[in-house]
């Protein structure tokens, strides 16, 4: 099977961080857009998802939040070519970048799908791209750790590579 990539334009990597930071120990969610190409999406732009009440996990099923703000955009001159949403510590237990049972079963064929797991920073760390496609890094006061995955049949996924030259190469 074919290596996938994902490229994160730096306007969208800076609007997830700060999205999920925003509301830290809250879930977030918002949409990518961009483009897709044979094995690759490009990321130009993520966009948060506004709601009035924040809870530990997302209060709506993510679907209908996303086919909402779908179909406006449909009128667009970019596509919506996937979704990001955050993971977060609870009750002692530290946030994974890993899709949950039902965080597949909302993933849509054609679709990249990002998760970033927001954890309080034991220590400083450089971002870096890791072995497993992911990246990750500390900002601030925490750790953070950003990863892709497309589905390629019902509940099946393929991790997704991250290629984010503006986290890897200017962040310390």
Same mark, same amino acid.
């Given at each position: 099977?074919?290596?996938?990539?994902?490229?994160?334009?730096?306007?969208?990597?800076?609007?997830?961080?700060?999205?999920v930071?925003?509301?830290?120990?809250?879930?977030?969610?918002?949409?990518?857009?961009?483009?897709?190409?044979?094995?690759?999406?490009?990321?130009?732009?993520?966009?948060?998802f506004?709601?009035?009440?924040?809870?530990?996990?997302?209060?709506?099923?993510?679907?209908?939040?996303?086919?909402?703000?779908t179909?406006?955009?449909?009128?667009?001159?970019?596509?919506?070519?996937?979704?990001?949403?955050?993971?977060?510590?609870?009750?002692? !237990?530290?946030a994974?970048?890993?899709?949950?049972?039902?965080? #597949?079963? @909302?993933?849509?064929?054609?679709? &990249?799908? /990002? %998760?970033?797991?927001?954890?309080?920073?034991?220590?400083?760390?450089?971002?870096?791209?890791?072995?497993?496609?992911?990246?990750?890094?500390?900002?601030? !006061?925490?750790?953070?750790?950003?990863?892709?995955?497309?589905? #390629?049949? @019902?509940?099946?996924?393929?991790? &997704?590579? /991250? %290629?984010?030259?503006?986290?890897?190469?200017?962040?310390?």
């Open positions: 099977m074919e290596e996938f990539n994902v490229y994160i334009k730096e306007r969208a990597f800076l609007a997830m961080i700060l999205s930071v925003e509301v830290y120990k809250r879930e977030t969610l918002g949409l990518l857009l961009g483009h897709r190409g044979e094995n690759k999406f490009v990321i130009e732009y993520a966009i948060p506004q709601t009035a009440e924040r809870m530990f996990s997302w209060s709506e099923p993510k679907t209908s939040a996303i086919e909402r703000m179909e406006i955009i449909e009128n667009m001159p970019i596509n919506v070519i996937g979704d990001y949403h955050s993971h977060t510590e609870f009750r002692g !237990d530290r994974r970048a890993v899709p949950s049972g039902e965080d #597949i079963a @909302d993933m849509r064929m054609g679709n &990249v799908h /990002i %998760i970033i797991a927001v954890n309080q920073k034991s220590k400083s760390k450089r971002w870096r791209q890791n072995k497993d496609g992911t990246i990750s890094g500390t900002l601030s !006061d925490y750790h953070i750790k950003i990863s892709a995955a497309t589905p #390629i049949s @019902d509940y099946k996924f393929k991790p &997704v590579r /991250i %290629i984010c030259p503006s986290a890897t190469g200017i962040f310390d």
